[in-house]
């Protein structure tokens, strides 16, 4: 269990992390989303206490992280899998972790072996690719067998299987009982295998609820319709207060009017219809018109450069 | 969930396992101490062939020539030991690992001390044997080498620490490594400059102490002062501890 309460990390003046108070609660794998630079990467670091908050407190199991009496034990973090001695092998590296907090050698070839990294632990990881270092930033935070995992971004450079093994494992610690804190910007990575969500803008809570929830009360009720009388039906449509968007391959996206109204007007008109479907937004979806409001870097104008502030933490 | 633990609580003992094995497992780390023992022993066979002395200088003075790059190499040792951290960002895993930073910093320390300790007295010992089996009989005096050799390897144990207080406040390999070199170097440099005042500008840095100890002939009063070589080298611990103190002050405070 991860509890904050009115966490609070100011930079210079300006908040990074705002009055944030949320629960990441064990047996399940809670999302952690936010545009960049709403303040993620920090609370994770006032989590492990690497940052001191300005206000508020964060706890580890009711404990703040200082206070563990064998952290690696505890928790398991991935913050930044570029974040090793490039002239230190995987299994060295992972020696001196195991080391530091009393663990037995033998958990760094299981972790090496469970990984997958265990045919290059000797190599120095100045040539590994990122996603052998987001492996190796994992096996790194499985080292202790703890009870809490925070991973920030752990999908990133890996491929295809690789994201498709992490989903499996995470889904596994978290069916263990573990409490597993994940954040990502591949938004359908994230649907497939988050549970609960915590969901944050400009260093604010704007959701802490189930993945479900969170979908369902964001959406838009939107439907597919697609039919060889365009101009008739969209004029129809609209006539009834419906907004009518072109969608791909000739078919078109209708809110604002359910599926069975949209039928009715059709039959009505004697409009031929190939198909009509309620369509349930994407977590994408729901999350792009959600944090649109809280975006930091938007793209300004036609010419789309970003507008960075200049006194943003990277 | 199954445990892993051998042990319930963190100790010192394995804060400084890990330390020590962060240190042999890099080449940076690894290859500063031999590079340490290659130095002093190189100087005392060079200045053991060339005969390059001054005729009031001890046998013990010029074969330990090289305890002055010795103590820079040290310096690098005692940077090198924490900057690599800051620089790859691997400081933030120590530092999840080990939540009492203190810890951390004095493990170091520990590493430091002992390995540079070491390093210099097989080195000056070494060096002194060199010198006296191809200097003996040529007239020069042979010089007291015991404790000087203790006092020696002392010196650049403390001078490896200031390294490490450095290396963990600045945070940058390069820019702490050309301050430690700034620091053992300049003293004795711009020295003269400072008229009377040299005795005392020069007289109180870590070569000073080191020149001192050595016996060499450089260590007159005129640049170095009248302060004894215990006296001097007890000053250059002083600056050490205090250095590690105030780095340990910040290192708890600061965001990683």
């Not at chain 2, 490896?160 to 940058?172: D, M």
């Not at chain 2, 005129?222 to 780095?247: F, H, I, Q």
Request: net charge positive; charged share 20%.
């Amino acid at each position: 269990m991860i509890e904050a309460m009115d966490l609070t990390k100011s930079y210079g003046g300006r908040p990074a992390v705002d009055r944030l108070s949320f629960r990441v609660r064990p047996g399940a794998v809670t999302g952690f989303l936010g545009p960049n630079g709403a303040g993620k990467s920090t609370t994770m670091r006032l989590i492990l206490g690497l940052d001191a908050p300005t206000g508020g407190r964060v706890m580890i199991n009711g404990r703040p992280y200082g206070a563990l009496p064998a952290p690696l034990r505890e928790v398991g973090a991935l913050l930044d899998a570029k974040a090793v001695h490039s002239g230190r092998s995987a299994y060295h590296h992972l020696l001196w972790l195991a080391r530091s907090n009393g663990l037995a050698r033998r958990r760094v070839d299981e972790v090496l072996e469970r990984v997958g990294l265990a045919s290059v632990a000797r190599k120095r990881t100045r040539g590994f690719s990122l996603g052998m270092g987001q492996r190796l930033g994992l096996a790194a935070a499985l080292l202790g067998d703890p009870g809490i995992l925070i991973l920030d971004e752990p999908v990133n450079g890996l491929d295809t299987e690789g994201i498709r093994w992490i989903r499996t494992l995470l889904k596994g610690l978290a069916a263990e009982g573990r409490t597993v804190l994940l954040s990502s910007h591949l938004m359908s990575e994230m649907e497939l295998t988050a549970d609960h969500l915590i969901v944050i803008g400009r260093g604010r809570l704007l959701a802490d609820t189930t993945m479900r929830d969170f979908i369902d009360r964001n959406s838009r009720a939107v439907t597919l319709v697609r039919t060889p009388d365009t101009a008739r039906l969209r004029t129809a449509l609209e006539e009834r207060g419906a907004l009518v968007h072109p969608h791909e391959a000739g078919a078109w996206l209708v809110s604002g009017l359910t599926a069975a109204t949209i039928g009715k007007i059709a039959t009505e008109q004697r409009i031929e219809l190939h198909e009509l479907a309620p369509r349930t937004s994407s977590l994408e979806e729901v999350y792009t018109q959600m944090t649109e409001a809280a975006v930091e870097y938007r793209a300004s104008g036609e010419g789309s450069v970003p507008r960075i502030r200049a006194e943003t933490m990277s | 969930m199954t445990t892993v633990a051998t042990k319930d609580r963190v100790g010192f003992g394995n804060v400084l396992a890990a330390e020590w094995t962060k240190a042999w497992t890099v080449r940076s780390t690894m290859w500063t101490p031999m590079v340490m023992m290659v130095l002093i022993t190189g100087f005392a066979v060079f200045v053991g062939a060339t005969r390059s002395l001054q005729p009031d200088d001890t046998i013990l003075g010029g074969s330990l020539t090289g305890a002055v790059t010795a103590q820079i190499a040290a310096s690098v040792f005692g940077v090198l030991v924490v900057s690599g951290e800051f620089g790859s960002g691997t400081i933030r895993a120590t530092f999840a690992a080990t939540p009492r930073r203190g810890a951390v910093l004095a493990a170091k320390a520990v590493v430091v001390a002992v390995v540079m300790f070491t390093t210099a007295l097989i080195g000056s010992v070494v060096a002194y044997q060199i010198g006296t089996e191809m200097l003996t009989g040529e007239g020069y005096a042979s010089g007291d080498a015991f404790p000087a050799v203790l006092g020696i390897a002392v010196c650049c144990a403390a001078v490896g620490l200031l390294g490490l207080a450095l290396g963990a406040v600045l945070r940058h390999s390069a820019a702490a490594i050309t301050t430690m070199i700034g620091v053992l170097l300049l003293p004795s440099l711009f020295g003269p400059l400072f008229g009377d005042l040299q005795r005392w500008v020069a007289g109180a840095s870590p070569m000073a102490a080191l020149e001192k100890l050595t016996q060499t002939s450089d260590a007159s009063p005129d640049t170095v002062g009248s302060l004894g070589a215990w006296p001097s080298l007890s000053l250059v611990c002083v600056y050490s501890a205090t250095a590690l103190v105030l780095t340990a002050w910040l290192v708890r405070r600061r965001d990683t």
